[in-house]
């Protein structure tokens, strides 16, 4: 059995949410659990009893309590939670404006990437949430009615969110790195009432100007009633934006009221609040509708319980308004602690930008990407000899799965006593399937444990649990997050075909992984990009495990081609500036992944290219790759960072033969 990196101390756990969780089960429901295992394992038997339990511990904000916690309990899809009860999304991320301890404590600390820094407090939130939500109702935004936002991850995007939600309407956020194609097939499809755009953004030096854009969008979506433009670039100035040739346009200032109170418009649970987007890499993007109540109980039961966020913590992530990290964070506020905000490169001005960070705002919960910690290592950055980290007490990872070598850099150069959890779930379900445990070892190259709640198997071919061998990532029964349903989809035809055609009545998440000897998980991968080399299944994360390794590759992906009546292992390769694919390079590769693999995982070919094409959240593509290859159509390009990259891989000489 492997050595854990990381061990949290009986100190340390005595004081973690999760430890107090466990003694309120006790105390009040009689209920002696004191280890994860059962735990988890009471949560799953236990539905309705573990649900009501958090909705308890997180001291959930409703005006009207459910008739019945579960109903329908065998459906799936289909089961209804906390029918009767009727609340608030909003409301529960702004209530500690209203306490006298807590209202004057800093909410939101604003970071942009030219330098500049805000602060706002609860109380200060709440007034500018309550003046947009005068505005928007102003506008005639009411329940159900959609708003979206073309926004950068400032504090305005937050205002703007918690003031919809705060009317029972709907909301659907991209960021303004995306191309007006991209943004069409999403808040296109939606018919948005209201619009929130910025004037420009920063980004690696740059100053980008997003008015042309918003202008185009603006026409092209003919439901939008109000397009609100919002100073970023110009926040001193807003005089200076020139919104005269954009119908329909009024800056932010004007468009608030700070004249009227705030209201929070009481809803049933299921009540719609997000719309996210699939990556739309294969198509159009998928609409995926989450619930104010799911979206709420999941996120307060991941934030105390599996990250043990509490008021007095600092939480910041890495993301951008058009991943679901963002989503995640916010609702943040709901403990009551402070977050973080960052817009713009995190690598500008330089590779410590971020790191820098974490010492001036006393960040605690520090989030980001597996390929942010994969990129820090290259740079040779090691914060635990240049920083003091001294608040530190989580690193969040997710994106893609995180190395082994990025958990050993992570211990080695980072910090010795921090739980770093990879966590692992998506857009589909606004939150995780597996997660830390600020109670749990952390062993190389795994994610600790399953959420609570969360009925989460690996399934072989055939559809049998396994462990300790490779599968399909599933979930069998219902859990509160799980999407209402895709928007545009009456008969819930596309909602069933991307989740539950494999198996009627489980939820195939589209991960490859499997269960390990601590409990944990290990993901290997996507399954839509298994590698198949005869007939062998290969995940594409075991390979970048292995490449990760080598020094002058600073980027990878890996395809399986289709080659005489066979499929091949295909590695291509982003070198270190100067440096060119030679043979040496090529055998210590491929030696690299042998000695650490099979023969199998081994590229039959190893092609150097200068750029790696990546969704808008930073993942990798590997099908549009693999389309590519085979002369098969990329159906959608918009939802690429760098659609350009693709060129690189059209017409290969080297895989003709």
Known sequence: MSHPLWQPTEDQIRHTNMADYIRFLAEEYGIELDTYPPLHAWSVAHPEDFWTSIWRYAGIIASQPWHQVLVDADRFPGAQWFTGSRLNFAENLLWAAKDEHLKNKIALVSRLENGERRELSYSQLYRQVAAVAAGLKRAGVGVGDRV??????????????????????????????????????????????????????????????????????????????????VPVVCRHAPEEIDITNIPGAELLPYFADDTETLAFVQLPFDHPLYIMYSSGTTGVPKCIVHSAGGTLIQHRKEHLLHVDLKQEDTLFYFTTCGWMMWNWLISGLASGATLVLYDGSPFAPQAETLIDMIDSERISIFGTSAKYIAALEKAEVKPRQSHQLERLKTILSTGSPLSHESFRYVYRDFKA???????????????????????????????????????????????????????????????????????????????????????????????????????????????DAVLNPGGVRIGTAEIYRQVEKVDSVIDALCIGQEWEDDVRVVLFVVLRPGLTLDETLSKEIRTTIRANTTPRHVPAKIIQVPDIPRTISGKIVELAVRNIVHNKPVKNIDALANPAALDYFKNLSDLQS
Not at 424 to 445: A, H, K, M, Q, R
């Open 417 to 527: 006593d921090v739980c770093l959890a990879s966590i692992s779930g998506g857009t589909d379900i606004i939150s995780c399937f597996v997660l830390g445990n600020p109670c749990l070892p952390v062993y190389e190259g795994e994610l600790q444990c399953l959420g609570l709640g969360m009925a989460v198997e690996i399934r072989d071919a055939n559809g049998h649990p396994v462990t300790g061998e490779k599968g399909e990532l599933v979930c069998t029964r219902p859990f509160p997050s799980c999407p209402v349903y895709f928007w545009n989809d009456p008969d819930n035809e596309k909602f069933l075909d991307a989740y539950f055609a494999t198996w009627p009545g489980i939820w195939a998440h589209g991960d490859y992984g499997e269960t390990t000897e601590h409990q944990g998980v290990i993901i290997h991968g996507r399954s």
């Open 148 to 229: 979206a936002a073309f926004m950068p991850n400032v504090p305005e995007t937050v205002v703007a969110m918690l003031a919809t939600a705060s009317l029972g309407a709907i909301w659907s956020s991209c960021s303004p790195d995306f191309g007006i194609n991209g943004v069409m097939d999403r808040f296109g499809q939606i018919a948005p009432k209201v619009l929130f755009a910025c004037d420009g953004y920063y980004y690696n030096g740059k100053t980008i100007d997003s008015l042309p854009r918003v202008r185009d969008i603006a026409a092209r979506i003919t439901s939008i009633d109000k397009l609100v433009i």
